[in-house]
């Protein structure tokens, strides 16, 4: 068979399943209609034609993931008016079940929080659930999330609706022709190699479900992801069972239910997932059906029989198990690719291919369209996890506990990884590891987040004060009332250098870094709409020369992000420098004190004033010191070779305690409490690539007279048209009980008005404090802020609450400045 290929064409889809054709069909309604879809055999013939189908809303845990579903939802919906084609879509409803109290308060929090992005949520008893699903066994139920509106389609349908969609406006479909090569130049994605020739393109996605990682990895881009053996049960007719019948899904027994053929559906996400093809997917592995495990995986069907015992009577009409592609932390890999410009990653979607189709799909065709997606993409971006993560000795060690956690886990306080540990760590670890310190990850780095005073506390996946809740507080008030000692080495870590590094850095960065050599500059980066896309400081080494640091989610995409930025006729060079460094971050009222004795070096404000750095001696080594601080108090950023952090960290703690003051080592949670208290930001947590600077609090580090910058036209012209409609705000319960974990509604009056970002219970203001977004068409101003009534929908009980503008510890800076 011949194939004739168009030479050029504004965007190749690479892929026919769902989101494929999802991401053709809105490239086309933003009016790239010149596109081509590659399907290497026929449409759906990956892992799409095997999908359960499940258009369930049950985990949306943040506003980008609630409008994915929203937007699939309603899609669905309407697209066969459009096409003629029906998705199958199925409103029979969707039960989510609670058997304990922290999947109930899970849940609760759930229902408020997704009723506020506009969804129909209720919480309902075992009783009702009984009624709705007479097959269940409802002994140990405590309750269940009923959504009405959720249901199922059929994932065949949904794509082939789509395509039609996509083919009446233009774009052309291609089956039986695999990408054999992505075609790169000068850091950019520029055509496509098949058996039929090469193509050209402005853009080219990657909706390649299980083949992504393998394809990326041709060209030096990390996708961490692998395909897993999924099942599913599928029974003869039974008694009872009717297409309207809702969807069941227990976290407890790892198992969903749905009707099929008068039958039952019956899936699973067991916790010791099989890895299927480690090596490489077959290229040409289609309509893939696989050997069911029936030994590894009967105890799993007995575990969930007990909760569905209609199933145990069941005639088994077949067991199938087929593949589907899962990610290292449950997130859809969803944005550009940092490595290569151009190349879209639309993968990853850990079975919720058909839920998120429609919405990835507008998300992936906004970002290539027009630049910027509508929706933060934080959680989302393939940049967020690190290079390591798409090793195969990683995803073999964590992806067979994946299944469960996204299903049962993922939701639940304090639960933590605990495969696929020690891909980085700290340079100082093991003297961590001997103070007690009980580690998790953060971007692969194993960090502390608290230190244990003796017997390590039991950590239990519940709500409310746990074991450790006083340890966190001790370092936090250690740190407030004389000093503590906290590692950020995880921080990203990059030098820019060369004759015109102001220049660049000036034009990318909402703040000036025309500052004399020594100097520190807090500022952020932004999109084109003034969206951040950074949260960056920037010291000035030298004339030439600059340390950028930024969070640890940053790191992958700072340099291919900022080496873009700069013109063919400019020198400057990025060079990230994350591993070179240890940062220890000595911060309390007692710190300069301390530190003088240590260094020898004078460190009074008019030696070395707030954002001032000097080169001081600690032990062996000759090392930078920055005064900044995240935790609101005199302090100091230490950055230490990383050869020399265990003389330098001995030399520091042995200067500290021959003084008569006990060093203490800060974990994480201690740092969150602490900067939060002080109304500091976190990008990725709190502040994202939907707020500017200004409604982010920001605006004070903004220099709108420096000159152009990117995205500079829309801070100027959102300060010109007065009060903000939106701004994110410091909160403070007046209860001192309810602890804020983020994501809690906000009341205005008893009006919804926002929602808690995020939250940690503030030891030194006695009470629950947070960032919360607040929004207002007329406009967010201090005077409203004073004469409303404040409360937060904390667990389904009404919490009063201050909002203010200011930070509620140190609102003017004095202990930071002193």
Known sequence: MSITLPQHVQAIVIGGGVIGASTAYHLAKLGWKDVLVLERDRLTSGTTWHA???????????????????????????????????????????????????????????????????????????????DMFPMLEAEGLLSAIWSPKDGRANPVDVTMSLAAGARKMGVRFVE???????????????????????????????????????????IGVPVPLQAMEHYYLLTEPLDGVHPMLPVVEDPESYAYVREEGGGLLFGLFEPDGAPWMPKGVPNDASFSTLAPDWDRMTPHLEH????????????????????????????FLVGESPEVAGLYLATGLNSLGVLSGGGVGALIAEEIVEGV???????????????????????????????????????????????????????????????????????????????ARGDMPKVAYEYGRQEWFHLAGEEHRATREAVGLFDKSFMGKFIVQGRDAEAVLNRVSANSVSVPVGNNVYTQWLNPKGGILSDLTVTRLAEDQFLLVT??????????????????????????????YTILSLQGPKSRA????????????????????????IGYARVLMVRVTYMGELGYEIYIPTEQSL???????????????????????????????????????????????????????????????????????????????????????????PLLLGNEPLYADGRAVGYVRAGAFGHSLGASVGLAIVERPEGVTAEWLKSVAWTVLVNDRLVAARVQIAPFYDPKSERVRA
Request: net charge neutral; glycine share 10%.
């Open 551 to 580: 969070g640890d989610v940053l790191q992958r995409v700072t340099a291919p992000w900022l080496k873009k930025q700069i013109a063919s006729d400019e020198f400057c060079t990025v060079t990230d420098v994350t591993s070179a």
């Open 647 to 737: 003389n330098v960290y001995d030399a520091l703690v042995a200067g500290i305690e021959a003084q008569g003051i006990e060093c203490r080592l800060g974990g994480l949670l201690a740092l969150d409490s602490l900067r939060l208290e002080k109304g500091y930001r976190d990008f990725g947590v709190d502040i994202d690539n939907t707020d500017t600077p200004l409604e982010a609090g920001l605006g004070f580090v903004v220099d709108l007279d420096k000159g152009a910058f990117i995205g500079r036209e829309v801070l100027a012209a959102q300060k010109a048209a007065g009060p903000l409609p939106k701004r994110l705000l410091p909160i403070l319960l007046d209860d001192p009980e």
């Open 52 to 130: 359960a189908g499940l258009i369930a809303s049950a985990g949306m845990s943040s506003e980008t993931l609630s409008w994915i579903f929203r937007h699939s939802h309603d899609l669905y919906q309407r697209l066969e008016a459009e096409t003629g084609i029906s998705t199958g879509f199925r409103q029979c409803g969707h039960l989510h079940l609670a058997s304990n109290r922290a999947r109930q308060e899970s849940q609760r929090r759930e229902i408020n929080f997704n009723r506020l992005m506009g969804m129909e949520k209720h919480e309902v008893s075992p009783a009702e659930v009984k």
């Open 373 to 451: 997606a509508s929706q933060d993409m934080t959680g989302l971006t393939p940049a967020r996890l690190g290079a390591h993560e798409a090793t195969q000795h990683y995803l073999m060690d964590r992806l067979p506990h994946s299944l469960a956690y996204i299903f049962r886990y993922a939701s639940l306080p304090n639960w933590k990884h605990k495969s696929a540990r020690g891909a980085r760590r700290l340079a100082l670890h093991d003297r961590y590891a001997a103070k007690g310190a009980y580690f998790a990850t953060l971007s692969g780095w194993e960090m502390p987040y608290w230190f």
């Open 304 to 331: 969930a029989f007990r909760r569905f015992p209609v199933m145990e009577q069941a005639g088994i009409k077949s067991f199938f198990c087929g593949p589907e592609s899962f990610t290292p932390d449950g997130g």
């Open 176 to 218: 039986g022709c695999p990408v054999t090569d992505i075609v790169v130049e000068r850091g950019r994605a520029r055509a496509v190699d098949t058996p039929y020739g090469r193509v050209t393109a402005d853009a080219v996605v990657l909706a390649t479900g299980m083949w992504s990682r393998q394809l990326g990895a041709k």
């Open 594 to 617: 301390l530190l003088a004795t240590i260094t020898g070096a004078d460190l009074s404000t008019e030696a070395l004033p707030f954002r001032g750095s000097t080169e001081v001696e």
